[in-house]
């Protein structure tokens, strides 16, 4: 199984962040990125949050579009069990949406919408399989893992 939801912020929008949302705890994952895991699911969960997003609090949207008013924003989502499953991902920066909501399920073509928002936000995926490989998406199969890291 693996379960990932999360704010991924530059570096120069990370100071925002911190400053929007109380209690935050973001993790590095190099080249200039941080991750704040959204381990928390909203109150009325079930109801999508933004974009079709499930797991976002409604209303996140406009608080991570102020954030990337200082540096580019993304929000994902990953879950896969047994091989099988779905990834979204949205990019703001300058204020506004610069990619997606992007969703795709399991063998459907385009890309994985994670590693295309890391594109959005500077990734290099180098010698590595993938922009999500790049910056050690894998190291942890649950949100809650990272901040155990």
Avoid: N
Avoid at 4 to 12: D, G, P, R, Y
Avoid at 53 to 67: H, I, K, N, S, V
Avoid at 81 to 92: I, P
């Amino acid at each position: 199984m693996y379960s990932l939801q999360a704010v991924i912020v530059t570096e120069s929008a990370r100071g925002e962040l911190l400053d929007s949302v109380q209690g935050a705890r973001l993790v590095a994952l190099g080249q200039h990125l941080s991750l704040l895991p959204l381990t928390e699911v909203p109150a009325d969960a079930g109801v999508p949050g933004f974009g079709e997003f499930w797991t976002a609090p409604a209303g996140f949207d406009r608080l991570l579009a102020e954030c990337s008013r200082r540096g580019a924003v993304a929000y994902v989502e990953a879950e896969y069990f047994g091989g099988t499953g779905t990834q979204s991902a949205q990019v703001w920066d300058s204020g506004e949406t610069v990619f997606g909501p992007q969703h795709q399920a399991e063998g459907e073509s385009g890309g994985s919408p994670i590693s295309q928002a890391l594109r959005w936000l500077g990734v290099v995926k180098g010698d590595h399989f993938d922009e999500f490989d790049a910056v050690g998406l894998g190291r942890h199969r649950d949100t809650d893992d990272w901040l155990l890291a």
